[in-house]
Nanobody
């Protein structure tokens, strides 16, 4: 299994922004589709966004369309999730997945 490492979580006020990064540990992230998931307390893990290896296919959950943006930096070997206009109900652990592997997750808390 491949290893991914997330970073960038933290505490933000409602309406604020955070930028999450997913780094491939020892493999190029552009070899695989990389997806972001999140899991809120007491809820199932849900897909948030994904970016295909070609870069031509990008998908977003309906709940984040227009607010979240996924992108890739091949030089830094990272896939980034820019999250704007965050809502309190989006408090969750955010994970990235690619090549069959999962990251350890990064906590996002949206609270005033």
């Amino acid at each position: 299994q491949l290893r991914l490492v997330e970073s960038g979580g933290g505490l933000v006020r409602p309406g604020g922004s955070l930028r999450l990064s997913c780094a491939g540990a020892g493999f190029p992230v552009d070899y695989y589709t990389i997806a972001w998931f999140r899991q809120a307390p007491g809820k199932e893990r849900e897909g948030v966004s994904c970016l295909s290896s070609s870069g031509f296919t990008i998908e977003y959950a309906d709940s984040v369309k227009g607010r979240f943006t996924i992108s890739r930096d091949n030089y830094k070997n990272t896939v980034t999730l820019q999250m704007n206009s965050l809502k309190s109900e989006e408090r969750a652990v955010y994970y990235c997945r690619g090549g069959g592997g999962w990251g350890q997750g990064t906590q996002v808390t949206v609270s005033s």
